[in-house]
């Protein structure tokens, strides 16, 4: 699997050279902050969820790698600038997370922000959309086992999250049950409130999509990596098989 950056920063995401009908997305994939800003936290804030999807990243580099798919991954933190937020988004720059001030995010220059790191992650995306025509696009993401400022403890191992498009949700939440796991079907939050990046790059094409929501300890490993991906890759493939118009239909 090759990696790439298509863009002269190192704060641009890494694209891999895969082909196939699967597109990988991976919003959280980065606790880096770059050069020049200073979010004013103490630096073991970087390795929590809220600032970066735990595992995440590395669970979509093992499928993208299995299934030889292209895959997209943000390379700089969400403290910085969430791209799974709409640019008007009031929690685009956020200045509290889970109970968390950040201060250096106060009166943040956002439109610095998203010229330099939101638009070129998602020019990107649009960019592979465009080329590859995927026939599914999924995006990775990972959440925590209960939140820092309280709230009901998440008991599922994963969650499968959707806004219209369900085509390929269902499927999802069907192969997972089946295979015994408690699935969280648009939990441990909704894709009806939250699903940006989809929205913009696979719902708005008409292409089926879903977001993977693992629970952060199940992938904290490079073994409960290797775990889900062994379980993930094949059920990606069986929906492209389910989701795709059978031979010699012309369709």
Same mark, same amino acid.
């Given at each position: 699997?090759?990696?790439?950056?298509?863009?002269?920063?190192?704060?641009?995401?890494?694209?891999?050279?895969?082909?196939?009908?699967?597109?990988?997305?991976?919003?959280?994939?980065?606790?880096?902050?770059?050069?020049?800003?200073?979010?004013?936290?103490?630096?073991?804030?970087?390795?929590?969820?809220?600032?970066?999807?735990?595992?995440?990243?590395?669970?979509?580099?093992?499928?993208?790698?299995?299934?030889?798919?292209?895959?997209?991954?943000?390379?700089?933190?969400?403290?910085?600038?969430?791209?799974?937020?709409?640019?008007?988004?009031?929690?685009?720059?956020?200045?509290?997370?889970?109970?968390?001030?950040?201060?250096?995010?106060?009166?943040?220059?956002?439109?610095?922000?998203?010229?330099?790191?939101?638009?070129?992650?998602?020019?990107?995306?649009?960019?592979?959309? +465009?080329? =590859? *025509?995927?026939?599914?696009? %999924?995006?990775?993401?990972?959440?925590?086992?209960?939140? @820092? #400022? &309280?709230?009901?403890?998440?008991?599922?191992?994963?969650?499968?999250?959707?806004? +219209?498009? =369900? *085509?390929?949700?269902?499927? %999802?939440?069907?192969?997972?049950?089946?295979?015994?796991? @408690? #699935? &969280?079907?648009?939990?441990?939050?909704?894709?009806?409130?939250?699903?940006?990046?989809?929205?913009?790059?696979?719902?708005?094409?008409?292409?089926?999509?879903?977001?993977?929501?693992v629970r952060n300890d199940g992938i904290e490993s490079p073994q409960g990596v290797a775990k889900w991906a062994d379980i993930l890759a094949p059920m990606l493939l069986a929906i492209v098989a389910r989701l795709a118009p059978p031979a010699g239909t012309g369709l």
């Open positions: 699997m090759t990696w790439s950056l298509p863009f002269a920063s190192p704060a641009d995401p890494q694209v891999s050279a895969g082909t196939g009908p699967i597109l990988l997305l991976c919003d959280h994939a980065s606790n880096a902050v770059p050069d020049g800003i200073d979010l004013g936290i103490e630096a073991d804030l970087l390795d929590r969820h809220i600032a970066i999807d735990i595992g995440a990243g590395d669970l979509t580099r093992e499928l993208a790698a299995r299934l030889g798919a292209p895959a997209v991954l943000a390379t700089v933190s969400r403290l910085v600038i969430d791209f799974h937020r709409p640019p008007d988004h009031s929690g685009l720059i956020p200045t509290v997370s889970d109970g968390h001030v950040i201060p250096g995010n106060i009166g943040a220059d956002r439109h610095d922000r998203i010229t330099r790191f939101h638009a070129p992650y998602h020019r990107t995306i649009a960019e592979l959309v +465009r080329t =590859t *025509r995927p026939t599914l696009i %999924a995006a990775i993401h990972s959440f925590t086992p209960a939140l @820092e #400022t &309280g709230g009901a403890p998440r008991p599922w191992p994963v969650g499968i999250l959707y806004n +219209r498009d =369900t *085509r390929a949700a269902r499927l %999802a939440i069907e192969l997972l049950r089946a295979q015994g796991f @408690e #699935t &969280g079907d648009n939990e441990p939050y909704s894709g009806r409130q939250l699903n940006m990046t989809l929205n913009r790059h696979a719902e708005a094409s008409g292409i089926a999509s879903f977001a993977i929501e």
